[in-house]
T-cell receptor, first 113, second 111 residues
Framework: DAEITQSPRHKITETGRQVTLACHQT?????MFWYRQDLGHGLRLIHY???????NKGEVSDGYSVSRSNTEDLPLTLESAASSQTSVYFC????????????FGQGTRLTVV | TQLLEQSPQFLSIQEGENLTVYCNSS?????LQWYRQEPGEGPVLLVT?????EVKKLKRLTFQFGDARKDSSLHITAAQPGDTGLYLC???????????FGGGTRLMVKP
């Protein structure tokens, strides 16, 4: 069965370190998204990609970057981790950009100390 | 201020009660989705509504899209403990081609 997987599921890192969260999907979807989830804020879009070599900033993109070198993967990099980036991060993919189901990974809980 | 406001933020009810969750905005959406999320998992789609005034039913869950496509509601009849979770609405806008999520409603149904 097709799926979307995130790794690691949990990570603790120190302030100032670079961190990369992996996202891999086997749906062959062109559209991939990274969200962060914090209490009271629902899901906020960090970055998104509509295809290979395409990346776009979402509403909370400062301090984050993504790259899309193939269809399956959209890694999220925190250039210099800050305590404000402690959150649960979700990756998602979809067939269309909107109006269709977004399939989510199980999330990565990141703690910056 | 979020583009999509959900209310209530928290709801604790007894098994068998009915409830309604609201998702409101001043913006028009081309579609409105409802997701349910359990602890430690990613959100899972329940329904997508695309036409103003549209009503969809999923067993005991009834979803409605407002006539002006600015708001939506989720009504659960005879809630069960298995309905416990975080309910998220998400609006799709043609401008920007992206989904915008509400803040979520955390529902607890006590047996």
């Amino acid at each position: 069965d097709a799926e979307i997987t995130q790794s690691p599921r949990h990570k603790i890192t120190e302030t100032g370190r670079q961190v990369t969260l992996a996202c891999h999907q086997t749906w062959n979807h062109n559209n991939m998204f990274w969200y962060r989830q914090d209490l009271g804020h629902g899901l906020r879009l960090i970055h998104y990609s509509y295809g290979v070599h395409d990346t776009n900033k979402g509403e909370v993109s400062d301090g984050y970057s993504v790259s899309r070198s193939n269809t399956e993967d959209l890694p999220l990099t925190l250039e210099s981790a800050a305590s404000s980036q402690t959150s649960v991060y979700f990756c998602a993919s979809s067939v269309q950009r909107i109006n269709t189901e977004a399939f989510f990974g199980q999330g990565t809980r990141l703690t910056v100390v | 201020t979020q583009l999509l406001e959900q209310s209530p933020q928290f709801l604790s009810i007894q098994e068998g009660e009915n409830l309604t969750v609201y998702c409101n905005s001043s913006s028009v959406f081309s579609s409105l989705q409802w997701y349910r999320q359990e602890p430690g998992e990613g959100p899972v789609l329940l329904v997508t509504v695309v036409t103003g005034g549209e009503v969809k039913k999923l067993k005991r869950l009834t979803f409605q899209f407002g006539d002006a496509r600015k708001d939506s509601s989720l009504h659960i009849t005879a809630a069960q403990p298995g309905d416990t979770g975080l309910y998220l609405c998400a609006g799709g806008r043609n401008a920007g081609n992206m989904l915008t999520f509400g803040g979520g409603t955390r529902l607890m149904v006590k047996p």
